[in-house]
């Protein structure tokens, strides 16, 4: 019908068409699909939007090592946005056009997941576990292990010592008592020795975090560990330890009963955290990747108990919780937040 204004919808599935068109193998059609790409997108501003988030998608599909037919229609979408725009009528797309772009995708999907869930440092660890995973481990001197998300370990035992390597994610640790082995927590930010028997510990982005249920943990960081130095700072059970590229940051109290019941219950407890930081943790769990920009997001705090189990429910509720915020999905995985647009 003339004149009817098309749904975000057929706009998206415009979009996709066109992204299969700019990967003919006939170099004429291409050029041709480049410049009619570029017409469609001066028509209308969601054009343009609906073309660079396919971009994106796109973009991020050929970080994983796709095949030659799926890398050239993706160069090829990032080209033709850059070429020139000049006005021109809006294609309808078909079913068979629509249909060849799905099959590109799906056989994208399964490498993209594969790497998501299973990254080779986890796969070279001595224990790990996935997205959506807890994992509990007794390790050879009897101590209590819980991995959770996608975390890895690795495990050496000698004459005088045990250590747990933290390679990525959190666990929780309730330690064996062996007074002629001590226990270390290691992390390439800081080394903790357990001076007491449970404490979770994560590790990602560049940051450590130690949470103290009970007793006491003694911490160093790198450059006194390696230099032999006894120096130490003691952290007690009800305390919480952040350390970063700067080194220890202050310490500071918590609810140790409510971290310890979010272990048990698969839940993620935080008091005035930035949203980065709470997005950084749901990922692990979520089976997909989330994308978002730090910076942007850096000055929204969030307090609360968050189901782990369910990381797309939780994120919606984070999104009722502030609604500044803009979640778009992409088959139930992919997650992009943002902030909505000035205006909305």
Same mark, same amino acid.
């Given at each position: ?15 996709a068409?066109?992204i299969? @068109?700019?990967?003919?193998?006939d ?5 041709? $699909?480049? !410049?009619?790409? +570029?017409?469609?997108q001066? *028509?209308?501003?969601?054009h343009?939007?609906? $073309? ?7 973009a ?12 050239? +229609?993706?160069?090829?979408? #990032? ?6 725009? @000049?006005a ?18 799906? /056989?994208a #999907? ?11 440092? /986890? ?5 790990h576990a996935s ?7 007794r *390790? ?7 991995l ?5 370990v690795?495990w ?7 250590v %747990? ?5 959190s ?9 002629a ?22 590790y990602?982005n560049?940051q ?16 006194q ?6 120096a ?6 009800g ?5 970063g590229?700067?080194?220890? $940051?202050?310490v ?13 219950r ?7 955290r ?6 950084? @943790? ?5 089976p ?12 929204i705090?969030?307090?609360g ?5 369910d990381?797309? !429910?939780t994120?919606?509720?984070? !999104?009722r919780?502030?609604?500044? %915020?803009?979640m778009?999905? /992409? ?13 909305f």
């Amino acid at each position: 019908m003339s004149g009817e204004v098309p749904s975000s919808a057929e706009i998206a599935r415009e979009a996709a068409a066109w992204i299969v @068109q700019l990967g003919s193998d006939d170099a004429a059609q291409r050029r041709q $699909a480049q !410049q009619g790409f +570029a017409q469609w997108q001066a *028509l209308d501003p969601r054009h343009a939007q609906a $073309a660079a988030r396919l971009q994106a998608f796109v973009a991020q599909v050929q970080q994983l090592g796709s095949g030659p037919g799926e890398a050239r +229609a993706a160069q090829a979408a #990032l080209d033709a946005a850059r070429g020139p725009r @000049q006005a021109a009528s809006r294609r309808r797309i078909t079913a068979r056009v629509g249909g060849a772009l799905a099959l590109v995708v799906l /056989l994208a #999907l399964p490498a993209w997941l594969t790497l998501h869930n299973h990254p080779p440092a /986890l796969l070279w660890s001595d224990m790990h576990a996935s997205s959506g995973q807890w994992r509990e481990r007794r *390790l050879s001197d009897g101590s209590q292990l819980t991995l959770s998300g996608v975390s890895a370990v690795n495990w050496r035992v000698s004459d005088d010592s045990r250590v %747990l390597e933290l390679v990525r994610g959190s666990i929780l640790v309730e330690v064996a008592r062996d007074a002629a082995r001590p226990f270390y927590v290691q992390t390439p930010l800081g080394r903790i020795r357990a001076l007491g028997t449970r404490f979770a510990v994560s590790y990602d982005n560049g940051q450590v975090t130690l949470e103290m249920l009970e007793s006491r943990v003694a911490v160093q960081t790198p450059q006194q560990w390696q230099s032999g130095s006894d120096a130490a700072l003691v952290v007690q059970a009800g305390q919480r330890l952040r350390l970063g590229g700067e080194g220890v $940051a202050a310490v500071e109290d918590m609810d140790a009963q409510g971290v310890e019941q979010g272990w048990r219950r698969h839940e993620l407890v935080v008091q005035d955290r930035p949203l980065p930081e709470v997005l950084d @943790q749901l990922a692990r769990h979520h089976p997909g990747p989330i994308r978002f920009d730090r910076a942007a997001l850096a000055d929204i705090r969030v307090s609360g108990v968050l189901p782990l189990d369910d990381t797309a !429910q939780t994120l919606r509720l984070l !999104q009722r919780s502030f609604p500044q %915020l803009r979640m778009r999905f /992409l088959a139930s995985r992919w997650v992009w937040v943002d902030l909505q647009p000035v205006g909305f």
